[in-house]
């Protein structure tokens, strides 16, 4: 099993840019693919950004596809996610996890692993 913590998230004003990363325990992290999911007050956990384990595809939501980049380093054992131009509507907060699958999977009942997740707020 492995531990994800994330961070890096904070306030920020629309159009500004945040980097959020995600750290795993143990020695596994590059068995896994990984996924990034953001939830809003009131509203459901949606699918951000995913990667497979070693990096060499990446989806996105229509939502943050051009805006936000999802990236690894399995030598450090840790997940981003570059996050630019952002609006109001990215305000939420942000999870990491690890894949059930093994393939690439959207949907977060598929993940498992969450970490305690970030806040990121953009102000208008």
């Known amino acids: 099993q492995v531990q994800l913590v994330e961070s890096g998230g904070g306030l920020v004003q629309a159009g500004g840019s945040l980097r959020l990363s995600c750290a795993a325990s143990g020695r596994t992290f590059s068995s896994y693919h990984m996924g990034w999911f953001r939830q809003a007050p009131g509203k459901e956990r949606e699918f951000v950004a995913a990667?497979?384990?070693?990096?060499?595809?990446?989806y996105y939501a229509n939502s943050v596809r051009g805006r936000f980049t999802i990236s690894r380093d399995n030598d450090r054992n840790t997940l981003y996610l570059q996050m630019n131009s952002l609006k109001p509507e990215d305000t939420a907060v942000y999870y990491c996890?690890?894949?059930?699958?093994?393939?690439?999977?959207?949907?977060?009942?598929?993940?498992?692993?969450w970490g305690q997740g970030t806040q990121v707020t953009v102000s208008s």
């Open positions: 996890a690890t894949s059930a699958r093994g393939v690439i999977v959207t949907t977060s009942g598929e993940y498992e692993n």
């Open positions: 990667i497979t384990n070693v990096g060499i595809s990446k």
